[in-house]
């Protein structure tokens, strides 16, 4: 084990990088986030499969980064979870003790993981905030995902207890963007309602939303999680994770989300809410507060516009996009 030591430059290595969020850090990186100082690794399952206790060791040899931001995860939409739950606590929980614990056999000085908004107590009071996590059982649909999830705050509460170390976690609520998994039987509800509108419109059909509409989401454009994952790397300094989310008021129902796709694509067709399917947990309102206290002056990108962002990137990249 070596000792964490404040050496200059950082190498930070990302794991997820390929995925939704970890694009997005590269883009504001590259776009002018990143500083002469700082070299960016960022890896996926083809450098290492972090379930795996040896290739992610050795993911650490090759790379000795000094710093890592943790995205990598088995991560799903609403129905996927429901589905899966055992595969996504076993393969999220290797994969969280093997990054932390090779960073803390490594001596990484500092690891920002990734929790969610999602994984909080189902029976709650509202507005969710940072020190609510293990407050009760989570929803039902994605048990497997949300105490996986909640294990990591465990762990790092473990390193700063018996070692000191400063290992914290984000908590976003749901993000969405280009890069996104447009899945629409496995992905988010966001890129799902981008590429079901995409089909009505090119089918001349109706757009089917799953559920009643009337759930409740904050929803977190990728490139602004993006500048505060990089704050979070540089600036936070608490072990305790910060919720990284758009205030209160800026809560959407699932219609309203879906009327802006419709906006953005240009629908013109039937809208229809299929009541037979699961409307999962109603809301899970987050406070922003303590965001707040340390940026009360960050700018979040207008939903719409980033609504608008992503449908033109989908658009454009319709044959390579995961979907
Ligand atoms: N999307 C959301 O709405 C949301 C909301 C809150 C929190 N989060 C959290 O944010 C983080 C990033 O999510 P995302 O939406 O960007 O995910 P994503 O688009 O599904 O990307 C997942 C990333 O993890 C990598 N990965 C998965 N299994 C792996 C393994 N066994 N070994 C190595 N790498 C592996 C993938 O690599 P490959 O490309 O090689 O498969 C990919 O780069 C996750 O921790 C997630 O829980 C997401």
């Known amino acids: 084990m070596t000792e964490p030591a404040e050496s200059k430059p950082k190498r930070i290595l990302v794991t997820g990088g390929t995925g939704l969020v970890g694009r997005a850090i590269e883009k504001v990186v590259a776009d002018?986030?990143?500083?002469?100082?700082?070299e960016w690794i960022f890896v996926c399952s083809k450098d290492a499969d972090l379930t795996n206790a040896a290739e992610?060791?050795?993911?650490?040899e090759k790379h000795?980064?000094?710093?890592?931001?943790?995205?990598?995860?088995?991560?799903g939409g609403l129905f996927k979870n429901i589905k899966y739950n055992l595969d996504f606590w076993r393969r999220n929980v290797h994969i969280n003790d093997n990054v932390l614990h090779s960073a803390y056999e490594f001596g990484v000085q500092k690891v920002v993981s990734c929790l969610s908004t999602c994984i909080f107590p189902d029976k709650t009071t509202y507005p969710i905030d940072e020190t609510m996590i293990h407050n009760g059982p989570p929803h039902d649909s994605n048990f497997g995902y949300s105490y996986a999830k909640r294990m990591i705050d465990i762990q790092n509460r473990g390193y700063f207890q018996q070692h000191g170390w400063r290992f914290t976690a984000v908590i976003p609520t749901n993000v969405f963007g280009p890069h996104d998994?447009?899945?629409?039987?496995?992905?988010?509800?966001?890129?799902?309602?981008i590429h079901k509108v995409y089909l009505a419109k090119k089918n001349g059909t109706a757009l089917t939303v799953w559920g009643t509409g009337k759930p409740r989401r904050q929803f977190i454009y990728s490139l602004?999680?993006?500048?505060?994952?990089?704050?979070?790397?540089?600036?936070?300094?608490?072990?305790e994770p910060i919720i990284l989310s758009v205030g209160e008021e800026d809560e959407v129902s699932i219609r309203e989300a879906a009327e802006s796709v419709v906006e953005a694509m240009d629908f013109r067709g039937?809208?229809?809410?299929?009541?037979?399917?699961?409307?999962g947990q109603f809301k899970k309102t987050a406070?922003?507060?303590?965001?707040?206290?340390h940026l009360p002056d960050f700018q979040f990108t207008p939903f719409k516009r980033a609504v608008k962002e992503t449908c033109d990137w989908f658009n454009t990249h319709y044959a390579t996009a995961r979907k």
């Open 64 to 75: 000795r980064p000094t710093h890592v931001i943790h995205l990598a995860a088995l991560v």
């Open 181 to 193: 998994n447009f899945n629409i039987e496995d992905g988010h509800v966001l890129p799902g309602l």
């Open 270 to 279: 039937e809208l229809i809410f299929d009541t037979t399917k699961s409307d």
């Open 287 to 293: 406070s922003n507060g303590k965001l707040r206290r």
């Open 224 to 239: 602004d999680l993006a500048r505060l994952f990089v704050w979070v790397l540089r600036e936070y300094d608490e072990v």
């Open 56 to 60: 992610t060791r050795a993911l650490y």
């Open 32 to 38: 002018g986030e990143g500083r002469p100082d700082e």
